[in-house]
Structure formats: structure tokens, C-alpha cells
């Protein structure tokens, strides 16, 4: 029987407390905070993440396909698995595949990657699912939504989490909506998108599971129940029939915000964290319909950091305006402090593809030098095209120099710029710090590598890989 | 490898006003600080045979040059190594002339930055486009101090400080360059409460964005005294490049750079220099950023390894002291009109040979160093030059040489 073998999560450091909406413009915002993608983040970067704390758990041995899902995806045209699975550092032979446009395409990859893997097509894939919606300034999604991503591995080598079984209903409603000219999402009237969206559809699809396991309410330890907001979770476990104080897993609105197509995924993988042998769990996700699964838990899954490693680390977001403009809904002084335009080629990034997205450095065979860029002679003893290419962002470093440079052009100043010595063959490595108080830059600093947006040069989305001071 | 001591020998300089010129084009700068030096040497545009330009961006091909002084069918070459590139223009016309093929011939630099719109250089992104995306001149220089304040276990204030006595210096003696950028002195407290361009190094720590041109006249060293009583002899010109990047070399300590001691030891080889700090009389290098005035002090030799501070401390780099260093104010007063630099550094040295320095004069200065250091940073020229004629074997060794006997 196919099910879950390892799970991932990637939450961005930045939180911004909901006060600061109310505020902003006089009312609301709501309860908590909400998790807001820094300026260099966006849908990839959180996806890419998310995979590779999976794979720091699992590895990449035995996996075959990777899928990826989102509302939000940073290309119109061009794969985002492609990307995942290249930054992942997988092979051309990977399987990919983009899921979209609805926030319940997190669970429609799930059930696709379940079906590959009962067809025996595919031994294992990896699906991940990222989302960075914007609501409209002023509305409630808005201080709402949170930006996070979600990745589970599914295998059917006794997999720490079975899936019993599934349902899967489709509804068309224009409840929660954006045209292909939209930034923002749209909503109907909320008493109808709840009661006729929402409510309608989890309750169609959990009867139907339930009634089609013969399995009542007060056998499941835990019911995993997406919800659009904090409010309407409360109301739907309960009538589902679950006790919300022992039964519900917390919805994380209040700490990281509903992450929109990442959001059951996300859920579920805090509700696997803890999760023991012969828990019985309710998964149900929503968006166009409803998806259900029925899990059966073996053991925890293989897991790094997942949901509860990167909730605890974090940092205040300053400003509401900061996170306007980190989105670039409030544009800023294009002009300060350099007036240099970010450049680019298709070209080069895709010869420089080994070192940029997958941060590969050379290791020469010869002497071990290991170089970043890759070195066709190595440096100490000019043995020619004799080096094994090995990642370097699995291992932390040690900050060898660095600076806070105010001129250096981003949203955030001071850039830390530096120069990353990596515990990996000791290979150096330019990059930047990111998520940091930059003050506690220093010679000597420990840090682990996280991959990033660097500038939008030649018209497409270009990343590479920056430095932050490791957790704890 | 040879030698150029005493083969070639510059009869004539100029140097525009340095500053943000904003009056004036890239050929009006070109047209000041040539005919100074065609006055200079008591030439006229028709003897000059052969010209150089360095600029790292301004102009492609010298055909500026050419356009500006109407220089007609003659060879014009840019040339381009980084900041270097003033002193390769001058490196190359001098040995054009040592080759035999030429007898008098021009090097000019220059750079024009204020017509780009930004305050800082601008030449930020480094030389890949998303790996060093935020690369700047700065953040560059900024690893040396970090770097060297971390391994010889400086406290972060104290670095500052001692930083901070260089810019003082060389504000002071730029305060005596008429044709600096900036002519005011300053004093330590207003450098350490300036703000912050990238961590250690201050508003006063970085030179500025400046507009300017120089420019020398170089002729076959036989025939100098036919121009001047007082022609300045090329003594030794070593130029070195390092092998990758400071930021990604395996193993690079950043306490300094062997481009400046493997350029010194060229140039000190040619002119038979091995006690530097007592031979060479002054010298004018390339104070980018304090910290590389610091490190440079050590990688020539001024210094031993660790004891720039020590140094810096006891004043041996002031007007006054041991070896004055930057006796014009050195790019912190005038600026880094790029390609320029590398010969408003020699003009500097050849005025001291001459005496005519005015109120910054160095007494008996006989030998002098002008360097360049440029990128990430990666290259760096020495010249030393003398005003000692050249002994008979050699002066007529470069006469069988040359064409005109």
C-alpha cells in the first residue's frame, strides 16, 4: 500500500504581527501573525526549501518524479518542477510535473503521485507545494494569508503513513478567484463562499470517505481539515463531529497564515511530526471541491526541520509597508542607492546551472582544492578537467569575511556581503547573508546555505544560493 | 625578463582639475591636460609619434584621443586593465619607445564618471551576473579590514581608528593639491562619525567619484636632456595579475595581495632595490579605500607583515615621516577618475623629482614609486622612477637601439 515516507516544510523567518494591518487602515487584521516571504523569497524559493529539507531527512536515493504545486507559481509560461528539480539537484531522468490554479492542487499532485505509485510507473515522488497569495490591501485576505510551502515524499515501501483510501470531488463556483490579469485574489460574498464553498464540499467529501471506510468520527486521533480562515475551522470540526479541542490539528492561521495551495500539506505535515504508531488520520483539503484521505500511521515520518524546526525560528517584520513592498504591491525608489540595471542571459544561467541553482563546486582529484565557481584547472595544481562535482549547500560554513554594504542595492540595507568558507573541502564561496540582523555578522560566524531570488535580469527570475546564521 | 631602467624617460606630464566636472566632456579634459604637458616638454602635437589610452569604461578604441587633438595617421591604442589602466597606457608607450620603434610618444588617461548619474563608482554585479549581483567596489575592500582586524585580533574601534589615520593624512596633503578633488583637511573624529558605505570603511574611507585627466610625454632616454635639464627616468615597471578572485581563491588569507608584491619585486628587481623602505624616497599608491593603503604598506615591503598599525601609529607615512606616502593626497583627495589614476599617481612623483612639488615638497627625493591596483581587487603596476641620468653603458646601449641616432 502507497502512503508517506518522509515530509519537508519551509516557513519563511519573517513574521508580521496582524496588528499592524489594523494598524495601517483603522480595523481589522485579526488575531496572530502571518508568515511573509522576505524580499528575495518568492513561490520557488519557498518550494526549493521545502524539498531540500525533505531531502536533508531522506536523501534522493530511489526518487523518480518530482511535482510541484501552486497558485502562484513565478512563471506563467516555463515549469516550476523543472526548477525544484533542478535547484533539488536531481537528475535530467526525474519525472515533473506542475500542478495549479487551485489551492487545492496540493492534494490533486498527492493524489496523482499515489496513483504513479500504486501504478508502479514511479517508485517514489516528491511533491511540494508552495504559495505566496496576495490579498488586496485592506481586505481580510490580505492579513489572512501566509507564505509557507509543504513537501511530502510518497513510496509504497512500507510507508511510515498508509493511505487507506480517498475521495475526490470536483464543484464549479466562482467562490475564490483570479484572473490571468489579477495580482490580487477575489471573493464573493463571504456567507455564500463559506456556506456553499467551503462547508458544502469538506462535509460532501468526508461523509463520502467515511461512509466509504466505515470508519466513524471518534476513530480518527486526528482530523487534518484545511480551512480558508480561523473562524470557519472551529464551526467545520465540530460538525464533522470532532471534538476541536482533542481531535482538530491546529489550522496555523494564527501563526503562519493560510498558505493557499501549500496549506493542507502544510497541516498535515505538523499533524505527521507528531504522529505515532496506529493513529488514525482525517486529511481533508478544499479549493473547486473537496479531496479526503484516510491515513493509517505506522511510524513518523523521516523529517529534518519540517513545520515545528522553522516555527522556531523567526523574526518580527518591522512594517506592513515592508511587506508591501518585499511584494512589490508598493513600488519603491528604483534609483537608490545604485542605478544599475540587473543583468542577465539565458546563456550563461543555463551554462552556470551546476554552480548557480545547484551550488555544485569543483573538487579536484588530484589534490582535493575544491573551487566555487567550478574550475576547469585547479588552482594548486593545474590538473586539467580532473574534479568531481559535489554540493555544497548539504554542509554549513563559517563566514571567512565579510561586510554590511549600504550600497549594494536591495529593499533591506545593509547588504551582508561575504565570503562563506564551506565545511565542505574548505571551497570559499561569494554569496550574501539574508534573514539576519546584519549586526551579527562576524569572521568566524556559523551559517547554512538557503536558496533565493537574486534579480529579474534579462526578463526572467534568477537565484542563486545565500547564507543565514544557522538556528539555535 | 629585462629590464627598462633607464631606457625610456618622461619629459613632459599634465593632469586636468580633478573633481565632478561637470562642464566638461571627456576631450576638454583630454585637451587640458595635454597641451600642460605638450608646454611641459616643449613639444608640439606633430612630434608625438605614438599614443596610449588607459580607460576602464569611458571610451572604446583610442579614437578619442585622436578626435580631441587632432592627432593625424598616427598609432592610437586603448588599453584596459582595470584600474590599472593609466599605468598600462604609460607602460605600453614606454615600451614602444625601449622597442626602438618610436622616439617620443604620448600616454594619456582618463575616466568621466559623473556623466553616469550615480554617486558611488557604479561598477557593482561583479563580473558574473547573478553570483555576485551584489558585488560592489566596497564590499570588496571592506573583506581586507574585516579580514585583517580578525586575524591579528584587532578590536573592530581600534581598526577604525587606525583607518582612519590615513584618511587624515592624505586629506592634509591633498589640502596642499591645488588640482584635487578635495582640498580641505580633516580630522579623525569626522571620519569615524561619518556614515557607514559598507562595514568598516566610511564615507572618508573611500575615495571619491571624480572626473579627471592625465597624461605623460615619453621619449628614448638619450635624447631626454635635448627637451628638459630635468627629464625623469623610468627606472623599473612591474605589473602582476593574480590567479582567480580574492572572493573564491582556495586558501586566500586577504592580509594582502601577491599582485602588489610580485609588481614591487619587478620593478625593485629592475632598479636593484632591496631594502625598500630606506631606498625608495616617497611613494604614490592606490589609496582606493584606507585599508588598501594599509595593506599596501606591507605588501611592498614598507612594512613587515602585521606592523602597518605599528607604523601607521608612529607616522611613517606622513609628509614628515620616514617614507611619505600619497605626498598629493592619493585618491582620497583626488579622486579615481579610473583610467587617469595610474598617471596623476606618476605626476605626483615626477613633480617631487623635479622639486616642484610646492608646499608638499619631499627634500632630496631622488627615487619614487607610483602604483595601481585594480578589480576585485587582482592587478597591480609599479613604476619607479629617478631622477638620476642614466649611467653611459646603458644610455648607449638605448642609443645603438634607437632610431635616431
Known sequence: MSGITAIGAYIPMYRLPRQAFAQAWGSGGGAGERAVGNHDEDTMTLAVNATVDLLNAHGREGIDAVYFASTTASYREKMSAALVAAAADFPATVRTMDFGNSVRSGTNALMAALDAVNAGSARNVLVVASDMRRGYPKSDQESTFGDAAAAVLVGNATPAVEVIDRVSLSNELADVWRRDSDQFVRTWEDRFVIQHGYEEWVKKATKALLDKTKVTPAQITKAVVYTPDARSHQGMVRTLGFDPAKQAQDPMIANVGNSGAAHALLMLVAALEEAKHGDKILFVSYGDGADAFLLQVNATPKKAKAVSGHLKSKRTLASYDKMLAFRGTLVTNPEAPLRVEPWAASTTSWRDQAETLRLHAGKCNQCGTTHHPIQRICYTCRSKDDFTEVRLYDKPGTMFSFTRDNLAGTLEPPVVNCIIESDEGKCRVFTTGTDMDAMLAKVGLRVEFTFRKMHEGAGFHNYYWKVRPIAG | ?405
Open chain 2, 1 to 405: 625578463m629585462g629590464t627598462i631602467k633607464d631606457k625610456v624617460a618622461i619629459i613632459g606630464m599634465g593632469c586636468s582639475k580633478f573633481g565632478e566636472r561637470w562642464d566638461a566632456s571627456p576631450e576638454d579634459m583630454i585637451v587640458e591636460a595635454v597641451y600642460e604637458a605638450y608646454e611641459d616638454a616643449g613639444v608640439k602635437p606633430d612630434d608625438i609619434e605614438a599614443a596610449w589610452l588607459g580607460t576602464l569604461r569611458s571610451w572604446e578604441s583610442g579614437s578619442i584621443v585622436a578626435d580631441a587633438l587632432k592627432l593625424k595617421n598616427i598609432p592610437v591604442t586603448r588599453v584596459e586593465n582595470w584600474c590599472a589602466s593609466g599605468h598600462e597606457s604609460l607602460r605600453n608607450a614606454a615600451f614602444g619607445v625601449a622597442s626602438g620603434m618610436y622616439d617620443i610618444v604620448l600616454a594619456v588617461g582618463f575616466e568621466k564618471l559623473k556623466d553616469t548619474g550615480f554617486g558611488g563608482l557604479g561598477v557593482g554585479r561583479g563580473t558574473n551576473p547573478v553570483l555576485q549581483a551584489r558585488a560592489t567596489a566596497p564590499t570588496y575592500f571592506s573583506f581586507i579590514a574585516n579580514r585583517y582586524f580578525a586575524h591579528y585580533g584587532i578590536p573592530e574601534d581600534e581598526g577604525k581608528k587606525l583607518l582612519a589615520q590615513i584618511a587624515v593624512k592624505n586629506h592634509y596633503n591633498g589640502s596642499m593639491s591645488p588640482k584635487a578633488h578635495f582640498q580641505k583637511p580633516i580630522t579623525i573624529e569626522q571620519v569615524l562619525k561619518a556614515p557607514i558605505i559598507a562595514w568598516p570603511l566610511g564615507l572618508f574611507d573611500c575615495c571619491p567619484t571624480t572626473d579627471g585627466a592625465a597624461c605623460a610625454i615619453i621619449c628614448r632616454a638619450d635624447i631626454a636632456r635635448k627637451f628638459r635639464q630635468d627629464p625623469i627616468y623610468v627606472k623599473g615597471i612591474g605589473l602582476s595579475m593574480d590567479s582567480m578572485l580574492p572572493m573564491v581563491r582556495p586558501g586566500f588569507d586577504y592580509l594582502g595581495f601577491d599582485a602588489n608584491r610580485m609588481a614591487a619585486r619587478q620593478a625593485y628587481e629592475q632598479v636593484g632595490i632591496s631594502t625598500p623602505r630606506k631606498e625608495i624616497d616617497l611613494a604614490s599608491v592606490h589609496d582606493c579605500f584606507t585599508i588598501t593603503e594599509m595593506v599596501i604598506y606591507e605588501d611592498f615591503g614598507f612594512s613587515k607583515p602585521g606592523h602597518a598599525p605599528d607604523d601607521i601609529r608612529a607616522g611613517t607615512y606622513t609628509l614628515e615621516g620616514e617614507l611619505p606616502v600619497n605626498t598629493d593626497g592619493g585618491l582620497k583627495a583626488f579622486g579615481h577618475p579610473v583610467g587617469a589614476s595610474g598617471l596623476r599617481t606618476t605626476y605626483e612623483i615626477y613633480k617631487q623629482l623635479q622639486g616642484k612639488a610646492g608646499p608638499r615638497q619631499v627634500k632630496n627625493a631622488e627615487l619614487g614609486l607610483a602604483h595601481t591596483l585594480g578589480g576585485p581587487p587582482q592587478v597591480a603596476c609599479v613604476t619607479i622612477l629617478g631622477n638620476a641620468a642614466p649611467t653611459p653603458t646603458i644610455s648607449s646601449s638605448v642609443a645603438t637601439t634607437g632610431k635616431r641616432q
